[in-house]
């Protein structure tokens, strides 16, 4: 199964406070570990949503709103994609990871093409394979 593990903001990270050398290399080394183990698929931070913008979709036409935004609640920081045999196993990653003391992360399994059923035909699975294909020679090049 597929997941996307969420590191929620902060007021830090919404500060734009930047890791320490200590905290950049206890995540390297978390990271090396998790591609080793066959696990991290992607992962990367995000910067401030004060350099950010929202798009909203009404009836009319989309409206784009800067930042920041206010509620950091429901702000993003960063995030993994992973490959894990389970949601225990993702649970059982996310505790060894070196966050400092209030830091959130959320785990979220992704939908994968049997998730949608008859629905998804096979000429939308062919498309689909044929999109993350040429994506995915764009992100080595």
């Not at 597929?2 to 902060?10: D, L, Q, R, S």
């Not at 995030?79 to 059982?92: G, L, N």
Request: proline share 4%; net charge negative; with cysteine.
């Amino acid at each position: 199964m597929k997941v996307m593990v969420i590191v929620k903001a902060n007021k830090d990270t919404e500060a734009g406070i930047m890791p320490t050398t200590e905290e950049l290399a206890a995540m390297g080394n978390y990271n090396e570990e998790l591609v080793k183990a066959g696990i991290m698929l992607a992962g990367d931070g995000l910067h401030p949503s004060s350099k950010g913008k929202r798009v909203k979709f009404t009836k009319a036409e989309p409206k784009v709103t800067d930042g920041p935004f206010a509620e950091t609640k429901e702000l993003i920081a960063g995030f993994w994609m992973w490959r894990v045999k389970s949601m225990a196993e993702a649970v059982e990653w996310v505790k060894r990871c070196p966050m400092s003391d209030g830091v959130e992360l959320e785990i979220r399994q992704v939908f994968e093409a049997d998730d949608f059923g008859e629905a998804f035909t096979p000429e939308l699975r062919a498309q689909e394979e044929r999109l993350m294909s040429e994506a995915h020679k764009l992100a080595k090049s």
